[in-house]
């Protein structure tokens, strides 16, 4: 167990063991229960590297979840507010009643009274309609981040993320190729971002790229940044161009210029908000298997004139 330490201040915990995109659309819902409890110390259970990007949120401190096989390390009846933005399965709904807290705000389940889980709602909404049911008032509108403290290596850059993480949203590296030669002939300073097990593939795109011509300087880094340094090179990037990943909600965080490429996810409930973002997918083509393997065929009927014509609408 952790030894936290409440120190006479009360406790909310927001369980959401997921990745960075969950965690930025969550923000609304964040900023909506930092506001109703302005008394508590809220903890975002979460896995250890969001950590940097719960700091951008903003008055939320981090407590490093690794997903839900096992109790919250946290004692039961030290959280004063357990709140489920994880979901509504079995495993959440047992590791927010383990906590064993005084108020838990969730959806309905046996036991707990909430909002019916509807499918089909944009991820913002789902968390901040849930809140609203509970009495807790918060805008999904609400999704900027903070300006990150480390500072971007390329200041207005376009930013081509080539990583995703699972392979039916693999845009392929031929195709990324292809837009960073053209969008370098048009006067962009490209660079590749990715995790460190992105980076052979953004290595891979742009040796793709110089042969066909692409003027890259030193433009690979995937691998290279940490999640601040990263959120920092969207937040000063001139153009977005990425799979529905975090990369591509870091983007809408930060209003820069995207073109986000769908596969298996829907765009109606994962999608950028109104803003300058472009979603292209084929809805009629979608398998929508995450797990699996290989690109899902609405992401592959995405092509290099499509997202070329995207970003000439943007006007970057």
């Known amino acids: 167990m952790n030894n936290i330490e409440s120190n006479g201040q009360p406790i909310l915990l927001a369980l959401r063991a997921l990745k960075l995109g969950d965690l930025l659309v969550a923000v609304p819902a964040l900023r909506g229960l930092r506001r109703a409890f302005p008394e508590h110390r809220i903890l975002y259970a979460a896995p250890t590297w969001v950590a940097e990007a719960v700091e951008l949120v903003g008055g939320i401190d981090h407590l490093p979840t690794p997903g839900l096989d096992d109790p919250l390390t946290i004692a039961p009846g030290v959280v004063d507010v357990a709140v489920n933005l994880h979901g509504n399965g079995a495993e959440s709904r047992q590791r927010i009643e383990e906590l064993q807290a005084k108020r838990v705000v969730a959806h309905r389940s046996p036991g707990v009274d909430g909002p019916e889980w509807t499918t089909g709602l ?58 960073a030669v053209e969008l370098t002939k048009a006067g962009h300073d490209v660079v590749f971002t990715g995790g460190a097990s992105e980076r052979e593939r953004a290595e891979k795109t742009a040796v793709l790229a110089k042969r066909q011509g692409a003027n890259l300087d030193a433009g690979v880094l995937a691998g290279r940044q940490g999640l601040a340094e990263f959120a920092a090179t969207i937040a000063e990037a001139r153009l977005v161009v990425s799979a529905d990943t975090g990369a591509a909600h870091l983007a809408s965080a930060y209003e820069r210029p995207s073109v986000v490429l769908f596969g298996p996810a829907p765009a109606e409930e994962w999608g950028p908000p109104p803003g300058p973002h472009v979603v292209l997918t084929a809805v009629e083509l979608r398998r929508g298997d995450v797990f699996a393997a290989d690109p899902d065929p609405a992401l592959l009927a995405v092509t290099v004139r499509d997202v070329l014509d995207a970003v000439d609408g943007l006007r970057c």
């Open 122 to 179: 944009p991820e913002r909404e789902r968390w901040t309609r849930l809140l609203a049911w509970h009495g807790i008032d918060a805008d999904p509108l609400d999704y900027r981040l903070n300006k990150p403290r480390a500072a971007s290596p390329r200041p207005g850059a376009t930013v081509i993320h080539v990583g995703a993480a699972y392979g039916s949203r693999l845009w392929p590296v031929e195709r990324f190729a292809e837009v």
